[in-house]
């Protein structure tokens, strides 16, 4: 690669500012971070939407499958339409399409309108995210980029946290469907922000009349393989546990239909002149090392915030709020971090920060492994601030090292893979460990049951010494032995879900762990660019 001059963002190219660029920053990470709140938001009013609209808690967890899937299919096209119409004009129009979209969810009258409104929301947030990401990339020196990126991380990061503890509270003291009308007035407010703040300069005017007489025309080929793909791998993902794998014909068809539009998708991708996405990009050490580590990053980020707030209201009667509550400082030490981060970013190599990340969250989860039914609320809050100190450190580096040495032109391209990355990532790491839950609590049950006969002397002693404390209580000799062994057999299931969860989180611990040698890998950057720009070393 060449010198600064080939880098995304050497000058304010794409998105100029009219006003302060922070004010710029501030605008889009809003808007990003009601998006990205839409990923988890819904989780948990699963079950009151299940109930509001009479349909079956299945039924109802296509809210979230329609627009995980939706959203990962426009993120591929969001290059092109940004490059086509401008990114001002793309912006506004995805913006202004997810209000609406997320109003009508909350108005919606069934299932059928609610998945649909979910799919035209999944697709309007699709390409806001990476279009804010290409706007803060172009609108900023390299040297403030990673700065920058600090806020845009906030709403990332910090989004998926709040989520769950927000859509919880809203559907307890309001109704499920104040977990899309919040959106309405917030989106209205982002987009006149939005429509007064971010010009456009003429020479960005000028390179879009440029690609246009250029004649570049959409590839339709690439974007269905590309689409289908991910959104083939996408409902596996989301479904495949609830669908019982691959004893079911729909998880099959998925499956096959997935891997051929792999298949099918890389020689295009990698041959076409103008593909929808360009697959050399990921062939490269540093932008692959980049996307892989990100996949990791989404994992630990949308898996640790989904299954922590489960195991203490699973193992330890946490309601949802209190749930909710454990995580929030973990959230704030986030954000704080993220400023942190974007400060040391220019003054530390990105691969070492990453590699320090990685190890403080390996340590988080490691410590998560030594899960046991006394544990107090603290155990968990400290858990997750761990987490929160080791995020920032990994995805400010690995957003602003992703631009590193690229072109002007690829800055769109990049965007739109790093944000798919950090969604399939989000969507594998959620499944491995739904699964090695799954399977591991069945696994340590039986095992533990094995232990659980009339011979055994631990067995023999803890049934007496429950009977006796059920006969205590007024029931028959009967009634007291059933009621011995009905506790024995939920006490069996408990410490079998403990020790799953045990294990869910050393896979966790492996995931990250495997982000260090990637990120030791990746080049030594120009830490006067900040971090985000100039050639290779």
């Known amino acids: 690669m060449s010198g600064a001059s080939t880098t995304a963002g050497g000058a304010n190219a794409s998105s100029a500012q009219a006003t302060n660029p922070w004010l710029i920053a501030m605008v889009v990470s809003l808007a990003t971070f009601m998006e990205v709140l839409d990923t988890t938001i819904a989780n948990v009013a699963l079950r009151y939407i299940s109930g509001g609209l009479a349909v079956s808690s299945d039924q109802a967890s296509w809210v979230v499958t329609t627009y995980l899937v939706s959203n990962a299919i426009v993120l591929v096209a969001s290059s092109y339409f940004s490059e086509r119409f401008g990114r001002r004009r793309f912006y506004l129009l995805c913006l202004a399409t997810f209000t609406i979209a997320s109003i009508l969810c909350g108005l919606s009258w069934n299932l059928e309108a609610l998945l649909l409104f979910r799919v035209i929301q999944g697709f309007a947030g699709g390409g806001m995210v990476p279009t804010s990401q290409a706007i803060l990339a172009d609108a900023f020196p390299p040297a403030k980029r990673g700065q920058a990126f600090a806020m845009f991380g906030v709403a990332v990061v910090v989004a998926p946290v709040v989520g769950p503890t927000l859509g919880g509270y809203l559907s307890d003291n309001l109704s499920w469907h104040w977990c899309f009308l919040i959106n309405g007035p917030v989106g209205v407010f982002a987009f006149a922000l939005v429509y007064a703040l971010l010009k456009e300069t003429p020479d960005v005017e000028r390179k879009r009349q440029e690609f246009r007489k250029k004649g570049i025309r959409f590839d339709v080929v690439g974007f269905l393989l590309v689409a289908t793909f991910l959104g083939a791998l996408e409902l596996v993902l989301d479904r495949g546990q609830t669908e019982d794998w691959f004893g079911s014909n729909f998880i099959i068809v998925a499956t096959v239909i997935c891997a051929l539009a792999f298949l099918l998708a890389i020689p295009w991708v990698l041959t076409k002149a103008n593909p929808i996405i360009d697959g050399r990009l990921l062939g490269t050490r540093q932008f692959g090392s980049c996307f892989i580590v990100m996949m990791a990053t989404g994992a630990i980020l949308i898996a640790t915030t989904q299954f922590i707030p489960e195991v203490v209201q699973q193992n330890y009667g946490y309601t949802a709020t209190w749930a909710g509550l454990a995580l929030s400082p973990g959230g704030i030490v986030t954000m704080a971090m993220m400023f942190v981060a974007g400060r040391v970013n220019s003054l530390i190599q990105p691969k070492y920060l990453i ?16 899960l046991y039914p006394g544990l107090n609320f603290g155990f968990f809050v400290w858990s997750r601030l761990y987490i ?17 040495g690229l072109r002007p032109d690829q800055t769109n391209q990049a965007s739109a893979m790093i944000n798919a990355a950090r969604n399939i990532g989000g969507s594998i790491g959620v499944c491995i460990a739904s699964n090695v839950l799954a399977h591991r609590e069945q696994w340590h049950q039986s095992r533990l049951v094995e232990h659980i006969v009339p011979s055994s002397p ?80």
């Open 355 to 370: 590699a320090i990340g990685s190890a403080i969250i390996a340590v988080s989860m490691w410590q998560l492994t030594r």
């Open 388 to 404: 929160g100190l080791g995020l920032p450190l990994i995805f400010i580096p690995i957003t602003s090292a992703s631009y590193y």
């Open 458 to 537: 631990a067995y023999h002693e803890t049934m007496q010494t429950m009977s006796r404390y059920f006969s205590e209580k007024g029931a028959t000799t009967a009634d007291a032995q059933s009621q011995a062994t009905a506790w024995i057999g939920q006490q069996v299931q408990t410490q079998a879900s403990f020790l799953a969860y045990i294990d869910v989180f050393h896979v966790l611990m492996l995931i990250v762990l495997c982000a260090i040698p990637l990120a030791l890998i990746l080049s030594n950057v120009d830490l006067k660019d900040g971090g985000g720009g100039g050639g290779m070393h």
